[in-house]
T-cell receptor, first 113, second 114 residues
Framework: SQQGEEDPQALSIQEGENATMNCSYKTSINNLQWYRQNSGRGLVHLILIRSNEREKHSGRLRVTLDTSKKSSSLLITASRAADTASYFCATADRGSTLGRLYFGRGTQLTVWP | NAGVTQTPKFQVLKTGQSMTLQCAQDMNHEYMSWYRQDPGMGLRLIHYSVGAGITDQGEVPNGYNVSRSTTEDFPLRLLSAAPSQTSVYFC?????????????FGPGTRLTVL
């Protein structure tokens, strides 16, 4: 399976601290995406980074991609209690049909006030 | 726009019953997909569609059927429910280029099979 794997499985920090989550995958990809899921809700897209990109920013989010190591990281700076959620990486195979997006098992982030 | 809507939000079935989970989007997206989410397993792709009349299997298609007669709707049918199909089901859509683009998710349907 192409499924990505997030690390750590759970992360607990104080408000104002930075949170870093990692994702590793197995095969060549077209892109890697990060999603957030609040408890009992659907997933919300955060960032998409393509295989020819190394870093992307969106507000307090910074995503890096290292295709040589088949890994990505999501950094949330100056975290807030509202950032408490599960975070998933998802990968789309290079050269596959357009339909297949593979999700990891997620990192549960808890931000304490 | 309502985005991606799913009905029902909750459903309890008995083993062997059949039912259809509804998914609709009003964004004129070509690509739609169904995932199931189980504790500790992340999301797994069941079926997907790259346009009206075109569907294909994902990672875990057994026990499920889909059809895509319109751009807006993508129902998921459980033919004969089994306890192993107890899960939360999410529908998603994307404007084009399928998995090469961001996905818009519905709120989910929580299904329990007794």
């Amino acid at each position: 399976s192409q499924q990505g794997e997030e690390d750590p499985q759970a992360l607990s920090i104080q408000e104002g601290e930075n949170a870093t989550m990692n994702c590793s995958y197995k095969t060549s990809i077209n892109n890697l995406q990060w999603y957030r899921q609040n408890s009992g809700r659907g997933l919300v897209h955060l960032i998409l980074i393509r295989s020819n990109e190394r870093e992307k920013h969106s507000g307090r989010l910074r995503v890096t991609l290292d295709t040589s190591k088949k890994s990505s990281s999501l950094l949330i700076t100056a975290s807030r209690a509202a950032d408490t959620a599960s975070y998933f990486c998802a990968t789309a195979d290079r050269g596959s049909t357009l339909g297949r997006l593979y999700f990891g098992r997620g990192t549960q982030l808890t931000v304490w006030p | 726009n309502a985005g991606v809507t799913q009905t029902p939000k909750f459903q309890v079935l008995k083993t062997g019953q059949s039912m259809t989970l509804q998914c609709a989007q009003d964004m004129n997206h070509e690509y739609m997909s169904w995932y199931r989410q189980d504790p500790g397993m992340g999301l797994r792709l069941i079926h997907y569609s790259v346009g009206a009349g075109i569907t294909d299997q994902g990672e875990v298609p057994n026990g499920y059927n889909v059809s895509r007669s319109t751009t807006e709707d993508f129902p998921l049918r459980l033919l004969s429910a089994a306890p192993s199909q107890t899960s939360v089901y999410f529908c998603a859509s994307s404007p084009d280029r399928g998995a090469y683009n961001e996905q818009f998710f519905g709120p989910g349907t929580r299904l329990t099979v007794l």
